[in-house]
């Protein structure tokens, strides 16, 4: 698959190295939700994003909205706890967020979502991880994104005041506590020059 990614000007290797995880910086939003942060998490991003690009068996899907069929506008992939990540640094990332916040989240990660934003007008709207325990439980959904940096917004649940956090070339966000259930996300189409980015949600087991 073809990728147009300006690499970054402070990521040029292709070591692919993680950083340390207490580096995060957390901000709590209100109502029992919060997000930890760590701009660069991933040195070599742009590498790990080209593989990914490359060998990820992406596909589309079509959904229904307001009695119509329509393409969701991003290229997705799913693996889930018996199946084996499309490269290893993601699995040592996996490790990484679970030994982090195992006395938090009291389980380990154990499922890998891909989305891939090929342009500024691929996008998903306002939602939250409420299908399965997400829905009635606080629980975490880590994001790993490689590529070129789009917003990720965040607004508490039934609207209100947004966050907005530029997120690209190996950056990672924690949403956490109640936040799937309390509060949205999403990545908003643009029409400003927007190059590819692909993120990787890591969850716990049941939470979607």
């Known amino acids: 698959m073809a990728t147009h990614l300006q690499g970054s000007l402070f990521d040029q ?3 692919l190295r993680l950083g340390r995880l207490d580096r995060v910086r957390r901000t709590v939003l209100g109502s029992g939700a919060w997000i930890d942060v760590l701009p660069g998490w991933l040195t070599g991003a742009d590498e790990l994003f080209e593989r990914l690009a490359a060998e990820v ?4 899907e079509r959904r229904t909205m307001y009695d119509t069929v329509v393409d969701v506008p991003r290229l997705l992939a799913f693996y889930g706890a018996a199946d084996p990540l499309p490269h290893p640094v993601l699995t040592e990332a996996r490790e990484a967020l679970t030994r982090h916040y195992a006395d938090e989240l009291g389980e380990p990660f154990t499922t890998a979502g891909l989305c891939y934003y090929r342009d500024g007008r691929d996008s998903v709207a306002w939602h939250g991880d409420r299908i399965g325990r997400g829905a009635r439980q606080d629980t975490m ?5 490689v590529g070129e940096p789009r917003d990720l917004l965040l607004r508490p649940l039934g609207g209100g005041s947004s966050l907005r956090r530029p997120l690209g070339h190996g950056d990672l966000i924690v949403m956490g506590g109640s936040c799937q259930r309390t509060w949205e996300h ?8 927007a190059g590819p980015r692909i993120s990787v949600q890591f969850r716990p087991q049941g939470v979607r």
């Not at 068996?57 to 589309?60: D, Q």
């Open 13 to 15: 290797t292709d070591e």
């Open 57 to 60: 068996p992406w596909h589309a």
């Open 141 to 145: 959904v880590a994001i790993l994104s």
């Open 186 to 193: 999403c990545v908003p189409k643009t029409a400003r020059a």
